[in-house]
């Protein structure tokens, strides 16, 4: 019986479904306007901006081979704060918008088929310089982060949804990154879950290799609470859901930095 189990869901992981759908009744093809490429955020909602990405390149050298061959998995971190700046740089290294094409079309730091992005980045701040404990997001479009609600048991709460895994409570940071399905359903429809998830898998290894570059560890985290976290987020648990976490924070030793 648990090998038949196997087999039913082994479908998700391959492309057949593309066979059995006709694009000409996507929304894209029906000429529905695309959603938009950034939630929107209350108009009574803080936001907080970050330092820009320009200067980033006078920041964080590293050697891109040395960053891949350090690339390593992290659940020890120190007290260490990480920098306003540091945060800015992985936010952008992970969702950053490079060319905005038009209101539902961007080119990011990362791939995503079709250029759909049907990701958002909300974060667990615990320790971050200048910022209050607490949940917020990134918004790519105006480099910012918009307070979704301070909380200083933030690492308490963020360690419980991740079925209690302590450990998160030290990071400095835990990146959720959520999905809106209908962006890609508008271009695959059906197609579009598969590879949401690979979308997400390209983001997490940007956020790898760029914590190399400010001296800092990554463990993506894969078991959650999808129903608490969701909660803890305020997300509906339909059109929008957590898909994959990262807990990110200072090491012990921060070797291959150049500045």
């Not at 009574?44 to 350090?70: K, V």
């Not at 998995?73 to 094409?101: C, N, V």
Request: proline content about 4%.
């Amino acid at each position: 019986m648990q090998q038949s189990s196997y087999r039913q869901y082994r479908y998700f992981l391959k492309d057949s479904i593309r066979k059995t759908i006709d694009f000409s009744k996507t929304d894209q093809s029906l000429g529905i306007p695309p959603p938009p490429i950034e939630k929107p955020y209350k108009s009574n909602q803080e936001l907080i901006p970050i330092p820009p990405s320009g200067g980033f390149g006078n920041l964080y050298r590293i050697d891109l081979q040395h960053a891949i061959r350090n690339r390593q998995s992290h659940r020890d971190f120190t007290a260490k704060a990480i920098s306003l700046t540091d945060l800015s740089f992985l936010l952008w290294a992970t969702q950053g918008i490079r060319e905005r094409i038009d209101d539902g079309h961007v080119l990011r730091t990362v791939p995503s088929a079709g250029a759909r992005h049907a990701l958002e980045t909300y974060l667990a701040v615990l320790n971050v310089e200048n910022l209050a404990k607490g949940f917020y997001r990134y918004l790519p479009i105006e480099h910012k982060l918009v307070v979704e609600g301070y909380d200083s048991d933030a690492d308490k709460k963020i360690a419980k949804a991740s079925f209690y895994q302590n450990w998160i409570a030290d990071a400095a940071v835990f990146f959720i990154w959520a999905a809106i399905p209908s962006r890609m359903e508008w271009r695959y429809g059906l197609a579009a879950h598969r590879v949401i998830l690979i979308d997400a898998g390209h983001v997490c290894q940007n956020l790898y290799l760029a914590s190399e570059a400010i001296g800092a560890g990554t463990c993506a985290v894969a078991a959650y609470d999808q129903d608490l976290m969701d909660r803890l987020l305020g997300l509906d648990g339909n059109n929008e859901f957590a898909v994959y976490t990262a807990a990110v924070g200072k090491l012990e030793k921060q070797s291959g930095l150049t500045n």
